[in-house]
């Protein structure tokens, strides 16, 4: 399996998670890849597909809220100590059918993301480390994800 390290993507790319993957023909063809793509097994674990996304260089998309918050932290401050993991973005979406109507129209969703009053893109969530979180109601958060264990020490080291 290709494992190309990518320290700084230059383009915005999604990866479908296993319980999203109904959804690829929303997307444009080159922005998108599911898990089948990168070679992953359906059954791999959560874990195994926030490896992939981040050593490629994705954005994770998944209704799976819970278990890839839980599993994006434990990635984010394991691993080498040298070593940036910093994720390239997160979209944690509501389950069901209003997934469909959410994505039909992806830029319209773009157009919806704001932090701290500013707007966001696809390509600032991927490159900033964002996460977007779109509730049952449709409304749409998007925040910070935590850095990774070596950035986080960096920053610390830097503030002093
Ligand atoms: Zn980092």
Redesign the pocket.
């Known amino acids: 399996m290709g494992d190309t390290f990518v320290t700084h993507p230059l383009t915005y790319r999604f990866l479908l998670d296993e319980d999203v993957k109904g959804l690829l023909p929303l997307f444009p063809p080159k922005r998108v890849k599911t898990t089948a793509d990168l070679d992953l097994p359906t059954n791999a674990s959560d874990a195994a597909i926030v490896k992939a996304a981040w050593r490629r260089g994705f954005t994770i998309v998944t209704a799976n809220t819970r278990d890839f918050n839980r599993e994006v932290e434990a990635f984010l401050t394991t691993g080498p100590k040298r070593r940036?993991?910093?994720l390239w973005g997160l979209v944690l979406l509501p389950s069901g059918t209003i997934q469909r109507q959410l994505l039909k129209r992806l830029r319209n969703l773009e157009r919806r993301l704001q932090l701290d009053g500013k707007s966001v893109t696809w390509r600032d969530v991927q490159a900033n480390h964002y996460r977007v979180t779109v509730y049952g109601d449709r409304s749409v958060k998007v925040s910070k994800l935590p850095?990774?264990a070596?950035?986080r020490k960096k920053d610390l080291e830097d503030e002093t």
Do not use: S, V
């Open positions: 940036c993991r910093c850095r990774c070596y950035h």
